[in-house]
């Protein structure tokens, strides 16, 4: 049996690692599921919708610098919150979305993966799919037992992998179509400015990845000035790959086409660009792209919820497994992921990620402007900017999901409501704020405000 010492190790991670690591969740889920699912509410405007992701995405990433900055550590989300709410319900509410939401993008990613495995063998569809993902799921988890080393070193060479070939697939199929960066859309059907803003909440789930490195701050080398730099060079490098991808996918293919080949348009893509084996390698990227996310994302979600179990802002059961907590809460997590990648086609379950994130996000925002501000000393302005993109966008989410999916839509509101009555009967109180207050008088009579 490991001790705490033994998972946790402080500055095992470099900031390369960091940043692999951060780029490594983002890149797996964000380019190969979301690009047809963006396209499919912006239009030909795809490719900016990820611009617009990255924007509201860094305004959002400032609450979870200055937190970090302040108090580094490998609860990452979980002490944000508890740092702004105290150990009640809302603090512990937010947390299990952001775990939730984490095993959304897990069970994403591993639908993702089984849609291009099976692409060469034209199989859509059918009972194949999920129980690739499933396996997939397994896979993962079986690495994440294997330690804290093979994660890391297994996260730097796929990211360098999934990273050069991807930025390689859009430069080449941009080459092809003679640098035409115009999406094609034979239909006049108009995408509306909501439907702009929607497909940005899509495009905020591909870099949300960032808090990955967020939950891993104690471990990261100089954590108060390397978190922050991991996590803007992380959305930096995404935002270029991810306009390669949109404008070299745009080139190849309509916008009818992306969105009917919404679940594998990279690998469409490719094949006018690349031809037969273009498609194929295609496809290897993206099986090896999806793997190393689903890997990277089982680690992360694994250690937010043993944190939340030493915080004991969850209630924990052994089912009579042996061994550390951290491995208990993986399994946990890849019975969630599993199960949701069985009954979830690609477009649900993504967007149940982006309501779960997007709630969470404000709660988070809030929290450190209404609490802990002067703290960590943060621009109020900045935080209120973050909190109300992150409205506007989850807004015109809502509208464009209520007329064409609107199932999902009380799905994710049921699945909230669920989680706060949940932890407001386990924890028996929303707010412990006299912690905080005593805590922040305390703080700043020390620095003599």
Known sequence: ?????????????????AIAMGTGVMIGAGIFALTGQVAQLAGPLFPLAFIAGAVVTSFSAYSYIRMSNKWPSSGGIAMILQKCYGPGAIAGGAALLMALSMVIAESLVARTFATYVLRPFDIEGGPLVPALAVAVIVFAFLVNIAGNRSVGLFSLIMAAIKIGGIALFGIAALWSSGFAFAPASETSQSYGLTGFIASTALAILAFKGFTTITNSGA????????????????????????????????????IEEIISARDYSLAQAAQPALGQTGFILTVILAAVATASGVLASVFAVSRMLAMLTDMEMIPHSHFGMPGPIQRHTLVYTVVIAATLAVLFDLGRIASLGAFFYLVMDMIIHW?????????????????????????????????????????????????????????????????????????????????GD
């Open 1 to 17: 049996m490991q001790s705490k010492q033994d998972t946790y190790r402080e500055g095992s991670i470099s900031l390369g690692g």
């Open 219 to 254: 471990e990261i080398t100089e954590p108060n000035r390397n978190v922050g730099r991991a996590i803007m060079f992380s959305i930096g490098i995404c935002v270029v790959v991810y306009l390669l991808v949109a404008y070299g996918v745009g080139s190849s293919l309509t």
């Open 367 to 447: 929290g450190v402007f209404r609490y802990r501000r002067a703290d960590v000393g943060a621009f109020g302005i900045v935080l209120l900017t973050a909190l109300a993109l992150d409205a506007i966008v989850l807004a015109a989410f809502t509208v464009m999901k209520l007329q064409s999916d609107p199932m999902i839509v009380l799905y994710a509101a049921v699945g909230m409501i669920a989680v706060f009555a949940f932890e407001r009967v386990y924890l028996s109180q929303w707010v412990a704020p006299q912690v905080a207050h005593a805590h922040a008088h305390a703080h700043a009579h020390a620095h």
